[in-house]
Nanobody
Framework: QVQLVESGGGLVQPGGSLRLSCAAS????????IGWFRQAPGKEREGVSC????????YYADSVKGRFTISRDNAKNTVQLQMTNLKPEDTAVYYC?????????????????????WGQGTQVTVSS
């Protein structure tokens, strides 16, 4: 059973930075797509950034391109999301998710729901 544990959320001022980390365990498939999704109050959950553990291909939502960077450490089974120039509209609960099939999809499909396994989420609040 895949387990995902997020860390690194918090309160930050606009323009600030945060680094989220996802520690994964229990992988049984050879490759996974691992993604960061977020859900703001009253809004649907959306894909922010995803990465394939097969070839490292990445996807970013238009709203975060140039500001967020996803990276992976396959040996440690961790995925990070470096967030810079944060905006109030980035405020949401951020979830790490993994899927054993989507790594072979197109980039957009790789970061589209549904996903197989989810972490518990970490709150990110951008406010002055």
């Amino acid at each position: 059973q895949v387990q995902l544990v997020e860390s690194g959320g918090g309160l930050v001022q606009p323009g600030g930075s945060l680094r989220l980390s996802c520690a994964a365990s229990g992988f049984t498939a050879p490759y996974y797509a691992i993604g960061w999704f977020r859900q703001a109050p009253g809004k649907e959950r959306e894909g922010v950034s995803c990465i394939s553990t097969s070839d490292g291909m990445t996807y970013y939502a238009d709203s975060v391109k140039g500001r967020f960077t996803i990276s992976r450490d396959n040996a440690k089974n961790t995925v990070q999301l470096q967030m810079t120039n944060l905006k109030p509209e980035d405020t949401a609960v951020y979830y790490c998710a993994a899927d054993p099939v989507k790594w072979s999809s197109t980039l957009l499909a790789m970061c589209t729901l549904p996903y197989d396994s989810w972490g518990q989420g970490t709150q990110v609040t951008v406010s002055s």
